[in-house]
């Protein structure tokens, strides 16, 4: 496993629930990212968290909504979701500078 | 503006044989060029990266690829497949900005099965 964890691995819920994601990455880094994997599509980026502060939105709709308190720990609240929404999301992290990104082990949504 | 693609979807090997799973990218930077791999219900691990240094790059479990700048590709390839290999494999570019961090462009996946 990576310094990057994810909870819960797996998450079914109803099209009116509320819940959250979180991802916490023990590596240091500074830099955060919110990705989509759906069967058959490449990795979609969601967000991009740079020191706390939101830097990019990837037009993803308002039933999505990141936190990120601080460089180590990034929230997605969910709500009002779809069922075309359930996807694998996975969290990843970077140190600014550097290219590679280290991902989480992903929480698989399913929206009933 | 980058992209990357990957020419197969499933490719299959038997044990022991080589492994070749292919990737070509097109980038309007110098581009990093990086292999990640993905075990069922688990993350993606980094493999291997590319960065403008050696063309030839090692990475885990034997695998290696080559950065050929004049085919646009980066072409990922082992002598002897594993069981344990099997998994689907990512090829991404980075190169732009996305806040502090580099933007990362992945491929669609080529899902790889090993047989006896």
């Known amino acids: 496993e990576t310094g990057v964890t994810q909870t819960p691995r797996h998450l079914v819920m109803g099209m009116t629930n509320k819940k959250s994601l979180k991802c916490e990455q023990h590596l240091g880094h500074n830099a955060m990212y919110w990705y989509k994997q759906s069967a058959k599509k490449p990795l979609e980026l969601m967000f991009v968290y740079n020191f706390k502060e939101q830097t990019e939105n990837n037009s993803v709709p308002s039933r999505f909504s990141p936190e990120c308190p601080n460089s180590s720990h990034l929230f997605l609240h969910l709500h009002t979701l779809q069922p075309e929404d359930s996807a694998l999301y996975l969290c990843a992290s970077t140190r600014i500078g550097y290219n590679e990104q280290f991902f989480g082990p992903g929480t698989r949504l399913t929206v009933l | 503006a980058q992209s990357v693609t990957q020419l197969d979807s499933h490719v299959s090997v038997s044990e022991g044989t080589p492994v070749l799973l292919r990737c070509n990218y097109s980038s309007s930077y110098s581009p990093s060029l990086f292999w990640y791999v993905q075990h069922p219900n688990k993350g993606l691990q980094l493999l291997l990266k590319?960065?403008?240094?050696?063309?030839l790059v090692k990475g885990i479990n034997g695998f290696e690829a080559e950065f050929k700048k004049s085919e646009t590709s980066f072409h990922l390839t082992k002598p002897s497949a594993h069981m344990s290999d099997a998994a689907e494999y990512f090829c991404?570019?980075?190169?732009?900005?996305?806040?502090?961090?580099?933007?990362?462009?992945f491929g669609t996946g080529t899902q790889l099965k090993v047989e006896l």
């Open positions: 991404v570019v980075s190169g732009g900005v996305t806040g502090g961090g580099n933007k990362l462009t």
């Open positions: 590319y960065t403008s240094a050696a063309t």
